[in-house]
């Protein structure tokens, strides 16, 4: 006696068809029959429409803005104080990131560790609109367009301006000494796409994409971004006449590949220290300052 070989029913030996499922005799599981086409009489399945790619330009030199024209269906978000224009059809509102009040809690937790404020403030528009963002003090702005799951990690308060589909996190520093001495913290900004992420920092940008195992050393505070794969840690300067003399600090910051790194030629502590009322040059760990400083003390 014959079977079918879709579910098991036993079959005459003159069956064409399964009587219980239906399936033609002689056509192997492993080998479907093509989909029938729909009726004529059934609905037509329309896809969701398409948000187009954010429209944008980024303008200026060493004081940067970035004009942003949101169309309906588009959605920011950005720090709170980095807007500096916006058409009267952009509709604002302030808000905790996440969806639920427990991702509430949490991201506003996150922000808190960061320094940050407790609150987003998210843009739309009902028509084309138009926003500005810029930073706060004198930099580069750079665009990071993130793929699906792939994740960028930045210094703190670079943040500017996302897209509402790319998640805001933090990430841990999971190295002891990087988290002292590696001039970032032991907090970075963590965002995973898709959508694009903009952030600035000081002065002009340059950009590494490392090998795997290539190893680039930086002077501590001036990294802006890398990619997640990358590998970040800090390294103890040769000797302590270097050290002392050198003018860059004890350690320096190494970042190992793959992936792409970029760094900032101006830093916001410097900027501090240069504008600084008493300031009288000289180098900017002041590890000749330890010795002067002795020899000077009169008491």
Request: net charge negative; proline share 7%; with cysteine.
């Amino acid at each position: 006696m014959a079977f079918c070989t879709n579910c098991g029913s036993a079959l005459s030996e003159t069956s064409r068809f399964c009587t219980n499922c239906g399936r033609p005799i002689g056509i192997p599981q492993d080998n479907p029959l093509p989909t029938p086409p729909p009726p004529p009489w059934a609905p037509a399945v329309t896809p969701p429409p398409a948000i187009p790619a954010l429209d944008y330009t980024i303008q200026g030199d060493n004081l940067q803005i970035i004009r942003i024209t949101l169309k309906p269906g588009q959605e920011i978000y950005a720090e709170a104080g980095r807007m500096i224009y916006k058409r009267t059809q952009v509709v604002w509102e302030t808000r905790m990131s996440g969806d639920s009040v427990a991702e509430k809690i949490w991201g506003a937790f996150q922000r808190k560790l960061m320094g940050a404020s407790l609150f987003l403030t998210y843009f739309h528009s009902s028509t084309p609109g138009e926003i500005g963002f810029a930073g706060t003090y004198p930099g580069k702005i750079h665009c990071f367009d993130l793929r699906a799951n792939q994740t960028v990690l930045v210094q703190r308060d670079s943040f500017l301006v996302a897209e509402s589909t790319a998640q805001f996190n933090i990430a841990l520093v999971k190295r002891l000494g990087a988290g002292f001495f590696g001039g970032e913290g032991f907090i970075l900004e963590k965002f995973t796409g898709p959508g694009a992420v903009f952030i600035h920092a000081g002065g002009d940008f340059v950009e590494f994409d490392l090998s795997p195992g290539e190893t680039l050393q930086i002077d501590t505070g001036c990294i802006v971004a890398f990619d997640e794969s990358v590998g970040y840690d800090i390294q103890l300067v040769g000797g302590i006449k270097t050290a002392l003399f050198g003018g860059e600090g004890l350690f320096l910051a190494t970042l190992t590949g793959p992936g792409k790194v970029i760094v900032q030629s101006m830093t916001l502590s410097k900027m501090r220290r240069e504008l600084a009322p008493m300031h009288s040059g000289g180098d900017e760990h002041k590890g000749l300052d330890v010795l002067t400083g002795i020899f000077d003390n009169e008491d």
